[in-house]
Structure formats: C-alpha cells, structure tokens
C-alpha cells in the first residue's frame, strides 16, 4: 500500500499569474494571507495531522480543503456569505497541528485568523462566542464572571452539575476540574541569578488557576529569576485572534505591551501555552501598526513559555515524588511554539515521578478556546481518543501546560468516570521543591 498522503478530491488551482486581475478580497484581512495561502502546494501530508478530518472524513475540514476554500474566498469564487464554507473554517480548531506536518511551511494559524476576520465582516461569530469576548476584552465584568465561577467551584455545586447532559454539565464539569488540590508554600532556594521576569497572569489562570499562577512563581524563583510586578494586565487577545476579532486583538495586545514594557523585565513568562504563542505573535499581530509594530516585536522577542525559562536553568532537581503522570503536549506549545521536549524536562527535573507520555501527546484534545462551547459535538469526538489513550496508561496524573487542556480533558475524564486528573507540569515541580523544603509529600490527590 502506498504511504502517499490521498491526492486533493477537488480541481487544484493554478498559481495567479503576474500583473492578474486585482483580488476581490484586496481591503480584507484575506489579503495579507494571499502570499501564505500561495505556499500550499495540495501535496496533502497534513490530513493525518488534523483532528478534524480524522474525526469527519471530509476533505472541507481539512487543512488543505480549508486553504482552497479560503483561496476561493479570496479569488472571488466563492461569496464571503457562503454558508457551507463558514461551517467548514468554524469547525476547525486552530490547533496548527496541520504547520508541524507541512513541508511547505503555511503558515495556517494566521490564514485561519485573517478568513475568520474576513467573514466576520458579512456575519458576525455565534452569539455564545461574541458573548465570550465581550467579557474577556473587559476585565472588571471578567473578573466578576471568575469570582462567581469560584463560588460555584468552592460549594461544590460545579461537581455536582456536572452530571447534567450534554454542553451544560460539560462546562460545569470543565470548572469542576479547575479545583485546586492542596499545595504547601515554601521559600525558594538561593540560586544563580537568571535575569528578572514578568509572568502573564493571565484571565482563566489568575481566576481559575491562582495555585498555578504562584506554583510558576515559586519554581521561577527556586531556578534563580527574580519575578517582578507588571500591573494593568489584560487578556492576552488569543480569544479575540483567533475568532477573527484581530482589532479587539490589537487593543489587548497594546495594553499587554504597555504594562510588560513598564515592568523593565528582562523575560515575560507564560504558563498557558494559547498565550505564550499570542504574545511570541504580538510583532506580527501589529505589524502594519507604525506606532507599535517595533514594540510588540521587542515584547514578543521577550516572551518565554515558563518550561523554556526553567530548561535553561536545568532545572534544579527537587526531591523524590512517587506518582505516575501521563503527558499531553498543548498544541499552542507543541505546534504553535514548538517546544516538545521542554515540559518533559520540566517533569524529568521530579525523580522518580514516571512520566508517561500519550502515544498521540501531539494530537489536539478538542478544547481550543472557546470550541468547546461553540462546538460541542466535534469537541466530543476529537476528546475521544484521547480519554481512551489516558485510560490506557493507568495514570492517575494528567500533566499538561495550559488550562483550557486542562479543564477540557479533566470535564472529559470527570463525565468518563476515569480515575485521573489534570495538573500542569510546574505543579509537579513545585510539589517536589515543596517536600524538598518541608521532607514530606506535598501533592494532595
Ligand atoms: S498545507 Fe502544507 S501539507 Fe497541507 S496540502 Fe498544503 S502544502 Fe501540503
Ligand atoms: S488547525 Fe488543526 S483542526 Fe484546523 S485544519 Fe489545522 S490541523 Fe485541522
């Protein structure tokens, strides 16, 4: 049988000759992404690689379908309000497992950003999504939003909704697994001085992931960074990126730089990997902006997912912890930043903790954002897999860096009755420099 990937179903189109008519798409978005859409050239080596056609079969929902169809937006071929063509670019995920595979090096993400952004100017996102940005581009109401998602979390009532069917339970069941386990503080070690860093505090992770927020502190601290203040955070813009609100994006984005700027740190550190990859794109986010275009790159230059920072410091070994994780690679991390063999090290640096990474570690787990809500179906079929894959391992652990990861694979394990929870790599750490400190266990199951 031949390994050849499957050969395109539909007519591929010629390159645009030189000095061709303009494009109807020249005052969108979609023009910027011309010269990318150009680089493909159909060889089809990304179908293995996206969820999506895995789970639907259908070449329009894969990443070469979606580059034609967005080709044919472009060229004038297919109107900006064609129904189908929406449906097909919503139900991608945007997880870029589709770039790793590329020989040709498209750069999707950015099409994606661009056509969404384009089509958003005939007919806005669903409402669920606009609602969803509307209250991350707004810190006071978002903070609201999280205080009330504690409460529902503290009393308990998130795990007991979670066993309500379909998109209803599984958002609760998402906070259910957002519970922070008891961690014990310590004060970090003496260490070779490492430079100062900044660390994005984040939306879902200052409001859900507070223990993760202070764990990166403290293990920052242990490998020798000196963490220092940058106020007046916002949202990274990823949301807003990556549902095509490229302005609300842009206006988050500037906020960010600003604050990081004031900061004077020497590294912004990152522990969700959806906005490690938005800041490290802040240049191109606002590249056509005169006034920011060099600051957003200088910022981006600066920006560290937290494992890269701990990597360089070796990291220092913490005591033994005697637990099985299994690991699950975020595709903002994986693909996005391309950083697969940092986490890893991160885990390696907690002896005796086995490490067992998931056969398809590098395969989306279906929670990107605001997917889950907006496509609870596909979100279903692609988490699938996975939970069999988690299953199989016997892990009780589930370790991977950022938190729609982990609260969608954790709603999915809670809702499969499977015996295993979600943690982000820098909590194991952190509980190994914990037991060191206090010579004892400090991961509460
Ligand atoms: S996106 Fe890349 S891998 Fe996929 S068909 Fe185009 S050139 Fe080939
Ligand atoms: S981003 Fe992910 S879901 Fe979308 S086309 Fe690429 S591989 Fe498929």
């Not at 056609?53 to 900006?80: K, Q």
């Not at 409402?127 to 308990?156: K, Q, S």
């Amino acid at each position: 049988m031949s390994d050849a990937p499957p050969r395109s179903p539909f007519p591929v189109p010629e390159g645009r000759a030189p000095g061709a008519r303009p494009l109807p798409c020249a005052d969108t978005p979609l023009a910027g992404a011309m010269p990318g859409i150009m680089t493909c050239v159909h060889c089809g080596f990304c179908l293995q690689a996206c969820p999506t056609y895995l789970a639907l079969g259908d070449e329009n929902d894969s990443p070469r379908g979606r580059i034609l169809l967005v080709r044919a937006l472009a060229e004038g071929t297919l109107p900006l309000d064609d129904p189908d063509v929406r449906t097909h670019l919503d139900q991608c995920l945007g997880c870029r497992g589709c770039e790793t595979a590329c020989p040709s090096g498209v750069p999707y993400g950015h099409i994606l950003e661009a056509a969404r952004a384009t089509l958003n100017t005939v007919k806005p996102p669903a409402r669920i999504a606009r609602l969803g940005l509307a209250v991350f581009a707004r810190p006071r109401l978002l903070a609201a939003a999280l205080a009330a998602a504690r409460v529902v979390r503290l009393t308990g009532l998130a795990a007991l909704l979670a066993r309500l069917p379909g998109r209803t339970g599984f958002a609760f069941a998402m906070l259910a697994a957002s519970t922070p386990r008891a961690s014990r503080s310590y004060t970090p070690r003496d260490a070779t001085p490492r430079g100062t860093v900044a660390i994005l505090q984040g939306c879902v992770m200052r409001g859900l992931f507070a223990h993760v927020n202070r764990a990166t502190e403290r293990t920052l601290a242990t490998n020798g960074y000196r963490v220092v203040p940058a106020p007046a955070q916002r949202c990274c813009g990823a949301l807003h990126a990556h549902a095509g609100d490229l302005a609300g994006a842009r206006a988050l984005a500037r906020r960010n730089i600003a604050a990081f700027e004031r900061s004077g740190a020497d590294f912004i550190a990152v522990n969700a990997s959806g906005c490690g990859l938005m800041i490290k794109e802040y240049g191109h986010l606002l590249a056509d902006d005169p006034a920011w275009a060099d600051r957003a790159a200088a910022i981006a230059a600066r920006a560290r997912d937290v494992s890269e920072l701990l990597v360089v410091a070796g990291p220092t070994l913490g005591a033994p912890l005697h637990e099985h994780a299994a690991y699950d690679a975020p595709c903002h991390l994986v693909h996005g930043q391309h950083l697969a063999r940092e986490p890893l090290a991160v885990l390696g640096a907690v002896p005796s903790l086995v490490v067992t990474p998931l056969p398809n570690a590098d395969q989306c787990c279906g929670s990107a954002g605001l997917y889950s809500l907006v496509e609870p179906r596909l979100a279903q079929d692609v988490l699938g897999p996975k939970l069999a894959e988690i299953a199989s391992t016997g892990a009780p652990l589930v370790a991977t860096g950022n938190p729609g990861c982990m609260m969608h694979i954790g709603a999915g394990l809670m809702r499969a009755k499977i015996p295993a929870r979600t943690v982000h790599p820098v909590e194991l750490l952190d509980a190994a420099y914990a037991a060191q400190a206090h010579g004892a266990a400090a991961l509460d199951r």
